[in-house]
């Protein structure tokens, strides 16, 4: 099959990121009440990540960066106080079988749990979708763009007042939705490692 270069859909995926980016940023000076007066958030992160099926033989590392919003501050309608919107965007590559590009950019909702009395720790659960290129098709697999569902926990640390670190599990899906009539999936297992650099 022929190898399509990365190149124009890693423009429209970052591209689209910070379109998004800059229209959520527009939307805070019309928020109103909405808002829990929440300061959006910045971080990064780097993820490894592992098939599961349809065989366990595809390994992958990437670096994603994010903004975390105030939910009702985006989407101009009330929310829990604990619930939050998140953009992101990842490049990376597999490391096994060989090494393929991997790009990404998903949204989400992300909640907080409640804090179980640890001031230092902050759990959440969080759940999206978006879009991922990836430069190789296993076998059935009709394209090399396709939807990204995603969920997972994770949890924040506050190392000091000035550094938090945050720790996330997720499953990992890749498919097209049945856009294209061969459609094998892709599932896998991520664990990122990220820091914030903006706080509330």
Known sequence: MKNHGPSGCLRALVSLYFLLSALFC???????DISH???????MGVTVG???????????????????FDYGKVWRRKAPEALRF??????????????????SANMFALYYIRNFGLGSFRPY???????????????????????????GVGAEFNVDPDTTLFLA????????????????????????????????
């Open 37 to 43: 007066g929440e300061a959006d958030r910045y971080g």
């Open 125 to 151: 659960v969080e759940g999206g979708i978006g879009a991922i290129y990836t430069d190789f098709q296993v076998d059935g697999q009709g394209s090399r763009v396709n939807f990204n569902p995603q969920i």
């Open 86 to 103: 998140k953009l992101e965007a990842g490049l990376g590559s597999t490391t096994r079988p060989e090494k393929k590009l991997i790009t």
């Open 26 to 32: 527009c939307v805070q000076g019309w928020a109103g």
């Open 169 to 200: 599990l997720r499953l990992h899906h890749i498919s097209n939705g049945g856009l294209n009539k061969d459609n094998t999936g892709i599932n896998s297992v991520t664990l990122t490692l990220g820091r914030f650099f903006g706080m509330d």
């Open 50 to 68: 592992n098939s599961y099926t349809p065989q366990n033989d595809i390994s992958f590392m990437a670096l994603s960066g994010f903004t975390l």
